[in-house]
């Protein structure tokens, strides 16, 4: 039973393409988010997601969009791919914080492997 | 700009020995610290946390320090095992916000 998952675990696709890659977690948990690991190994958060709404919308190119159609699910649509989009993009999730000063801890998917051409 | 820093890129160490991994800051309102760990081709997995109101914290092989006054915090695994050899990702947060703050990451190698 994986906890996060994402699908496809490997994207090839051409420049100008639209992509997706999909995310899903069964932990019941309320926020969702993405990630990118950039070729300098970087972890970067992009957006996230509590009970379908958007939190957490860092500096991210509005080709990118993503998308909850429910709190178990935060999909991430990629319009007019660039070779600058090639990265490992990871699917997190994590229960709501009920009190106290500590960040809830994050439970990452396994990556999506994306390479534009 | 780099707010959270792994200046080593990686580490090699023998079997039942000491691994120390290191992680500064930048940002003086970070008080929240985590060290999460990472095997090839799978996601980041949590390990250990400290908050800013300590200055350790242990869980098992497992020991964070945090130095506030230097923005430095490390992790302390003894003895390391040969299945600790991961990427070890140093990451911050402050005010209980959910963006965490990530390291580049380390590479830990663990030798028979």
């Known amino acids: 039973d994986t906890a996060v998952s994402q699908t496809p675990k490997y994207l090839v696709t051409q420049m100008g393409n639209d992509k997706s890659i999909k995310c899903e977690q069964n932990l019941g948990h309320d926020t969702m988010y993405w990630y990118k690991q950039d070729s300098k190994k970087f972890l970067k958060i992009m957006f996230s997601y509590n009970n379908k709404e958007l939190i957490i919308n860092e500096t991210v190119p509005n080709r990118f969009s993503p998308k909850s159609p429910d709190k178990a699910h935060l999909n991430l649509h990629i319009n007019s791919l660039e070779l600058g989009d090639s990265a490992v993009y990871f699917c997190?999730?994590?229960?709501?914080?009920?009190?106290?000063?500590?960040?809830?801890?994050?439970?990452f998917g396994p990556g999506t492997r994306l390479t534009v051409l | 700009d780099q707010q959270v820093k792994q200046n080593s890129p990686s580490l090699s160490v023998q079997e039942g020995r000491i691994s120390i991994l290191n992680c500064d800051y930048t940002n003086s309102m970070f008080d929240y610290f985590l060290w999460y760990k990472k095997y090839p081709a799978e996601g980041p997995t949590f390990l250990i946390s400290?908050?800013?109101?300590?200055d350790k914290n242990e869980d098992g092989r497992f020991t964070v320090f945090l130095n506030k006054s230097a923005k430095h915090l490390s992790l302390h695994i003894v003895p390391s095992q040969p299945g600790d050899s991961a990427v070890y990702f140093c990451?911050?947060?402050?005010?209980?916000?959910?963006?965490?703050?990530f390291g580049k990451g380390m590479k830990l190698t663990v030798n028979p």
């Open positions: 400290i908050s800013s109101i300590k």
């Open positions: 997190a999730s994590s229960q709501d914080r009920t009190s106290g000063p500590s960040t809830d801890t994050q439970y």
């Open positions: 990451a911050a947060s402050w005010g209980g916000s959910e963006k965490l703050v």
